[in-house]
Each structure stands twice: as structure tokens, then as C-alpha cells.
């Protein structure tokens, strides 16, 4: 199942196709910046990967991890042919003792080899979209001659920070051949890399970090929490999969510095618990996929809440909405998105927060991409005796159970809607299997064909499946708040977060910089405020509405779902020498203007908002 789930989950690449909304998304990804930066990047279209002159490390595997995964849900030749240039460059530079990586012979000493683990997931996601027979042995060479060089070349920087990440080809190597060195080097890998289980016992990061370092670094935290299920997985004896470790750390980690969208800051190491602290992109995408792995290796339904809670608030919000642009770091109450001489950041740049082609640093503009095509991947999980709808999201499955064909289409608008139909197609003469279907553990009530299930659970149903059958799912939210630190409160319902969105004026910055070119629609823009945003909740009364779905599924001035509520001004200033950062909390909460009704909006359909806000104690003039 771990590899399953690194594969998308489905045999064969053309089995599930996108539908609805989710398509929609894919779309304008892969006409924004994911989807072309092998012609406006010089990182990906002139590297050394494919024999040119810029970045060999890690920014054209990050790029080809959601660009591959991209082409095929998508089923776009062009897409596809675009792929196949880079992997066939990266091949054929394969040197003859193995080594995968461009460098020069003399360069290998100092090589990270965290770029390596990294090629190896994205060469098993080709092979599996195109069934490719020159990955194995690739692979096969490249991790073959690595045990030498390690015990010359011990892992260092992101390498050692990562070690886990190659243990997934080698997993895949194993299941092949079973040869004895594969374990050995999944232990030596263990021997060099950091011990996460001694920090998970000995954890001191419960404030913001004022230094960068490897083991406070968010990105590495999210990739983390997957790092005992890889392991694991070569130890089946071992009593708990990593699932216990990886709630562990994910508490750690939520309690010191949670933000309201269900990620954890880091800017770009872990941040506290502040509003205005920032987590980095690259974070968000990789919890994502630590979820993906933990909920499909696992069973456990947490992950999936834990998954879509990201995919739905963080992850649109951080990216403009024709995806040609995206910020570094997002804040939960973010009012300014431009350049800060005196930045409220731990360790990144001025720029952090702006939307362009790479503010801060490009890892984000290579990896950003895997967010959406892996989660819609991730919708069914097939196992041996059945099939899981795992996500509540719109697509086509077609499988084969029980040695017949087998059709699953999900119909819904989830999470814009709280209904969605799951038809099942079998042979007229039938066949058996399981279905089960993921109930969010955020639902106060759920129903699937008439029968009650608990929220948090799967409903299933063995039996023996013949022609159509349509299984209607629905599930009851409640609008709710919650408190953050401080007192503070914030808004949800169901997966969404919701925020008062700021009207913003966009400004956009066109320039080269170190031989990099920002020329529209990949240029950069600076967002400031163009209302006030200085507001308390004035009431406990929530009015939530549907509102018709646009072609831009996350859109600010046309979001599927609002809440109406009654807000009043407060005092509350900006941060000390910022231009476009609120104080982390308001000088008082009382009201200082009437009570207004104002709307608030997906987290994720807004730019500039405020999300954590406190509650009024008195009104204007009292």
C-alpha cells in the first residue's frame, strides 16, 4: 500500500480520469505556471538534468513530480511528450557505474544526495503512468553502487534531513528482487540520517525559531511525519506502521505552532503560534503527501480529514487564482502581501509573501506542483479485496476486482457541497467486493444509501456487485467556532476555514533579476490593502449560504459557499515598522464603529483576510 499510494493508488496510469471542479483545477494549473515552467524557468528548461547550464539538484524532480502526474490525469499529449524529454535526458546521462546525478566525478564527494532520493519517487511515478522498462534497471544501478559511496560520502545536509525519501525505491527494488544489500542499506541510510524518534522524545522547539536549522525546518517537518511508515515498512514485525509516530509529531507540532488552516508555521522554521507568521508553501504540499501515504497505508481516516483540511484551505490560498504566481509563505491574518524591510518572519526574505514567479526562494515554484494532481489522484484506493473511495472528490475509476472490469464514477461538489452520488458498475452476472466509503471526521451526522454512519469512519459493503448501483452519500455540518491562542476565535465549517477577505490592489513588478525573467503572466505583484480589516466578531450568529459555482473553483469575488455574521471595527494597529502586517492582537476589542454585517469566505478563495479575530467585549460608544 505505501507504494500504492506514492503511484496514485490505481493499477495502470489510465484507469481514473478527474471529473468536475477537481478537473477544472487541473486545468488551470496546467495552464499556469506548474504547467510551464519548462518554458519560462531557466531552472527547469536549461538544467543540467537534461545537459544544460542551470540547477542539477533538486528543481527538476520536484518540478516532474506533480508535472508527470499532471500530464496523465489530464491526458495531454503534449504534456506528456514534455515529460518524456526529461526523463529520457535524465537516462541517458546515467553514468556506467550507476551514478544518476549531473555532476562531475570530482563534484560526487559533495554532492546532496537528497536530489537522488527525490529522482527515485518520480522515475517509480513514470514507470507507473508509462510502464517505462528502463526504470528498474536505472534504478537498480544507481542504488546498487550507493552503499559505497556512502561509507565514503556519509549523508550531509537535506540529504541527511531526508534519508527516509530514498527509501522508497528501495522498497520498490526490494519487492522486485528481495536481494539482501536493499535492508542493509535502509539501515544504513537510518545510521547516518537524523533520528527522529530521539526528537520526537526530546523535543525543545516550543517557541519561534530565531536561527535556521535542519531540524526546525518546516518543509522537513511535514516530509517527517511520514518517515517511520517508510521505515517501518521493512520491519514488519514492529508493532505500530509509523501511524502512532506520525500522530505524535503531528501534535508536537499542532500544539507549539498550529495555525488555523491545520498546517503549522514555519517561515522557514517552526514560528510559534502566531497569526501573523508564516508557513512555507513547500510545507503545505508535503504534509499533504505524508497524508496521502499515512491514510493509504493505514486506513486511518484522521489523515484523510487531515489531508483535505490542507488541500482546502492552504494550498489555494497561496497561489493566485490562475496559478501562474504563488507566495512562499501565507499568514493566517494577512492584510498586506509586499515587500517588509523589517520582515516579522524568522528567517526569510522581504519578499516572502508576495505572489510572483519565486519570492524568497525557488523551491516552492518546483514543487508547489504536486498539491492538486496527487490529491485527486489519491481519490480511490484499490486494495485486494475492494475499493475505497478515500476522497469525496469527482472522477472515474476504472479498475478490475475480482478478475472483472469494474467502473466507479463519483459525482459531487464536495466540499462546496455537503451531497454526492457513488455509482458502481459491475458485470450483469456480478462480482464480489468491498466497497467502502471515507466519512469525514468533521461531519456532525452522515447517511450513505439511507443508513446512518458515524463521522470519522468508513461505511462499507461487502457483497456480490451486479449492473449499476448508485450509493447517495450526504453529510451534515454545523457552522462552529473555535478558539486560538490569545483568545482569539476563528470560523468553520466542515473542511473550510473561513475568513473576512480585504480587498486588495495589485501591483505588478516586471524585471530580471540574477539572468531570471518576471514578464507577465509570471511576473511578480505586491497586494495592499483597500479597506479596512481591523474588525472583532459582534454576535454568535451564523447565516451560511450556497452560492452558485463559477469556472475558477477557489474565487474570491465568486465563492461557492459564504457565512454571514455580524462584525464591528476595533482598535487594532499594524505591526511595528510594517507596511502590510497587522499586530499580532488588537490593542482592545472594543468596538470603535456600528456593528456591520459583513461575509466571510473560504480560506482558501482569499489573498489578503483576517482569520483569527477576537470578540468585541462592548459596542461603539459604551
Known amino acids: 500500500m505505501i507504494l500504492n499510494s506514492i503511484l496514485g493508488n490505481v493499477p495502470g496510469g489510465r484507469s481514473f480520469r478527474p471529473a468536475g471542479w477537481v478537473k477544472k483545477q487541473l486545468e488551470i494549473q496546467a495552464a499556469g505556471l506548474a504547467g510551464n515552467l519548462d518554458k519560462v524557468w531557466r531552472d527547469v528548461r536549461d538544467s543540467a538534468w537534461i545537459g544544460g547550464t542551470a540547477d542539477g539538484w533538486e528543481r527538476v524532480p520536484y518540478w516532474l513530480d506533480g508535472f508527470i502526474d499532471l500530464a496523465w490525469l489530464l491526458d495531454d499529449a503534449d504534456m506528456q511528450a514534455r515529460a518524456k524529454r526529461y526523463v529520457d535526458g535524465i537516462l541517458a546521462q546515467q553514468k556506467p557505474d550507476g551514478w544518476l546525478c549531473p555532476c562531475s566525478d570530482e563534484e560526487r564527494a559533495t554532492y546532496d544526495m537528497w536530489s537522488l532520493f527525490l529522482l527515485g519517487k518520480v522515475l517509480l511515478v513514470w514507470e507507473h503512468r508509462t510502464g517505462d522498462d528502463r526504470i528498474f534497471p536505472?534504478?537498480?544501478?544507481?542504488?546498487?553502487?550507493?552503499?559505497?559511496?556512502?561509507?565514503?560520502?556519509?549523508?550531509?545536509?537535506?540529504?541527511?534531513?531526508?534519508?527516509?525519501?530514498?527509501?522508497?525505491?528501495?522498497?520498490?527494488?526490494?519487492?522486485?528482487?528481495?536481494?539482501?544489500?536493499?535492508?542493509?542499506?535502509?539501515?544504513?541510510?537510518?545510521?547516518?540520517?537524523?533520528?527522529?524518534?530521539?526528537?520526537?522524545?526530546?523535543?525543545?522547539?516550543?517557541?519561534?525559531?530565531?536561527?535556521?536549522?535542519?531540524?526546525?525546518?518546516?518543509?522537513?517537518?511535514?516530509?517527517?511525519?511520514?518517515?517511520?511508515?517508510?521505515?517501518?515498512?521493512?520491519?514488519?514485525?514492529?508493532?505500530?506502521?509509523?501511524?502512532?509516530?506520525?500522530?505524535?509529531?503531528?501534535?508536537?507540532?499542532?500544539?507549539?505552532?498550529?495555525?488555523?488552516?491545520?498546517?503549522?508555521?514555519?517561515?522557514?522554521?517552526?514560528?510559534?503560534?502566531?497569526?501573523?507568521?508564516?508557513?512555507?508553501?513547500?510545507?503545505?504540499?508535503?504534509?499533504?503527501?505524508?497524508?496521502?501515504?499515512?491514510?493509504?497505508?493505514?486506513?486511518?481516516?484522521?489523515?484523510?480529514?487531515?489531508?483535505?483540511?490542507?488541500?482546502?484551505?492552504?494550498?489555494?490560498?497561496?497561489?493566485?487564482?490562475?496559478?501562474?504566481?504563488?507566495?512562499y509563505d501565507q499568514q493566517t491574518n494577512q492584510i498586506g502581501c509586499c515587500i517588509e524591510e523589517n520582515p516579522v518572519y524568522s528567517t526569510n526574505h522581504p519578499n516572502a509573501n508576495i505572489f510572483g514567479l519565486e519570492p524568497n526562494f525557488g523551491c516552492c515554484t518546483a514543487n508547489f506542483g504536486q498539491g492538486w494532481p496527487k490529491l485527486s489522484a489519491n481519490t480511490f484506493l484499490v486494495k485486494e479485496d475492494g475499493v475505497t473511495a478515500a476522497l469525496l472528490l469527482p472522477g472515474v475509476l476504472q479498475t478490475v476486482l475480482a478478475g472483472r472490469e469494474i467502473t466507479l464514477t463519483q459525482d459531487t461538489c464536495y466540499p462546496f457541497r455537503d451531497h454526492g452520488v457513488l455509482t458502481v458498475e459491475a458485470p450483469e452476472d456480478g462480482a464480489e467486493f468491498t466497497v467502502r466509503i471515507r466519512i469525514p471526521g468533521f461531519a456532525r451526522s452522515a447517511e450513505v444509501a439511507g443508513e446512518a454512519v458515524a463521522p470519522g469512519t468508513f461505511w462499507e459493503c461487502r457483497k456480490v456487485w451486479k449492473g449499476k448501483t448508485v450509493l447517495a452519500w450526504h453529510l451534515t455540518f454545523e457552522t462552529e467556532t473555535f478558539t486560538r491562542p490569545n483568545g482569539m476565535q476563528a470560523v468553520r465549517r466542515g473542511p473550510f476555514l473561513y475568513s473576512l477577505p480585504v480587498a486588495a490592489r495589485w501591483v505588478m513588478h516586471e524585471y530580471e533579476q540574477d539572468g531570471v525573467e518576471r514578464k507577465f503572466p509570471y511576473c511578480d505583484y505586491e497586494l495592499f490593502a483597500e479597506e479596512s480589516w481591523n474588525y472583532g466578531f459582534a454576535g454568535n450568529e451564523f447565516q451560511y449560504e450556497e452560492q452558485e459555482m463559477g469556472e475558477v473553483p477557489f474565487s474570491e469575488k465568486n465563492p461557492p459557499c459564504v457565512i454571514y455574521t455580524d462584525m464591528q471595527q476595533i482598535p487594532w494597529q499594524l505591526n511595528e515598522n510594517s507596511v502590510g502586517v497587522a499586530a499580532p492582537l488588537p490593542e482592545s476589542c472594543k468596538g470603535i464603529a456600528p456593528v456591520e454585517r459583513k461575509k466571510l469566505i473560504p480560506y482558501g478563495c482569499t489573498k489578503l483576510r483576517m482569520t483569527e479575530m477576537p470578540r468585541r467585549v462592548a459596542p461603539a460608544g459604551m
Not at 542504488?143 to 531526508?162: E, S, T, V
Not at 522486485?176 to 520526537?200: H, I, N, S, Y
Not at 513547500?282 to 490542507?310: I, Q
Open 138 to 327: 536505472a534504478l537498480y544501478k544507481a542504488y546498487r553502487q550507493l552503499p559505497d559511496h556512502l561509507r565514503q560520502n556519509p549523508l550531509f545536509r537535506w540529504g541527511r534531513a531526508r534519508w527516509f525519501e530514498g527509501l522508497i525505491p528501495i522498497a520498490y527494488l526490494y519487492r522486485k528482487t528481495g536481494e539482501a544489500w536493499m535492508p542493509e542499506l535502509v539501515e544504513l541510510l537510518r545510521e547516518q540520517g537524523m533520528d527522529f524518534q530521539e526528537k520526537l522524545r526530546n523535543w525543545r522547539w516550543t517557541e519561534k525559531e530565531k536561527e535556521w536549522t535542519f531540524e526546525a525546518h518546516v518543509v522537513n517537518c511535514a516530509m517527517e511525519l511520514h518517515s517511520e511508515l517508510l521505515y517501518q515498512a521493512f520491519h514488519p514485525e514492529t508493532e505500530d506502521n509509523g501511524n502512532a509516530f506520525a500522530h505524535d509529531m503531528l501534535g508536537k507540532l499542532l500544539k507549539y505552532h498550529g495555525m488555523a488552516n491545520g498546517h503549522f508555521t514555519g517561515d522557514e522554521c517552526l514560528s510559534g503560534l502566531s497569526p501573523v507568521q508564516g508557513t512555507e508553501l513547500c510545507g503545505v504540499v508535503e504534509a499533504m503527501f505524508s497524508a496521502e501515504l499515512l491514510l493509504a497505508a493505514t486506513g486511518d481516516s484522521a489523515w484523510g480529514d487531515y489531508l483535505e483540511t490542507l488541500a482546502y484551505n492552504a494550498l489555494p490560498a497561496t497561489c493566485s487564482e490562475d496559478m501562474w504566481t504563488h507566495q
